[in-house]
């Protein structure tokens, strides 16, 4: 079993940053991969971006350019860099984890508030 454990949010004005962190612990497979959904009021969920055992990124278009996506095998963590926030990035952000990109279950984390206001 997998457990996640997620950190970094807080209240940013328009145009600073964040930096969310996303640690996995317990039966933890090779090719693992990580990420983070967001669900803001009224929306629904939706992939902002996530990371492969190869290294291999993908972002939503709404967040390209602006955020990065890391990791560090050794500590089997991903951390997301959010510059440049905007308002419309105000969302509950969930990391979650996967065994590989074909895997059927998702494994995720508490959640954690990013809040974009002046």
């Known amino acids: 079993q997998v457990q996640l454990v997620e950190s970094g949010g807080g209240l940013v004005q328009p145009g600073g940053s964040l930096r969310l962190s996303c640690t996995a612990s317990g039966s933890i497979f090779s090719n693992y991969v990580m990420g983070w959904y967001r669900q803001a009021p009224g929306k629904q969920r939706e992939l902002v971006a996530r990371i492969t055992s190869g290294g291999n990124a993908l972002y939503a278009d709404s967040v390209q350019g602006r955020f990065t996506i890391s990791r560090d095998n050794a500590k089997t963590t991903v951390y997301l860099q959010m510059n440049s926030l905007k308002p419309e990035d105000t969302a509950v952000y969930y990391c979650?984890?996967?065994?590989?990109?074909?895997?059927?279950?998702?494994?995720w984390g508490q959640g954690t508030q990013v809040t974009v206001s002046s």
């Open positions: 979650y984890f996967r065994k590989s990109l074909l895997d059927p279950t998702f494994v």
